[in-house]
């Protein structure tokens, strides 16, 4: 989450603190102030954090995605299909030879 420096200095925070921070705003619909204060930090450090950190849910990126995760579901019904025959073979081949 975030690493406090010894002796009271600045927080450092890792970047998945910071995407979750900003998924709260975005994607959950807080408000800046709302999120900031469930946090502890300052508004205007999630304010830029929102900036510079692009949470890609564009609708192309999203078409993309499922355009993959269709392409990988057919696949692997191909290759349990390709096992099951394997499976199949191996048996008939058991039983084949002496």
Do not use: C, H, Y
Request: aromatic share 6%.
């Amino acid at each position: 989450m975030a690493e406090t420096a010894s002796g009271g200095g600045r927080r450092r925070f890792t970047f998945e603190f910071k995407q979750s921070a900003v998924r709260l705003v975005m994607q959950e619909g807080l408000s800046l102030a709302e999120a900031a204060g469930r946090l502890g930090v300052r508004e205007s450090l999630l304010r830029n954090w929102k900036r510079s950190i692009k949470l890609s849910d564009s609708p192309a990126q999203v078409e993309g995605l499922e355009a993959e995760v269709q392409r990988l579901r057919a696949e692997n019904e191909r290759l349990r299909m390709e096992t099951e025959i394997l499976k199949k073979a191996t048996a008939f081949l058991a039983r084949e030879s002496p």
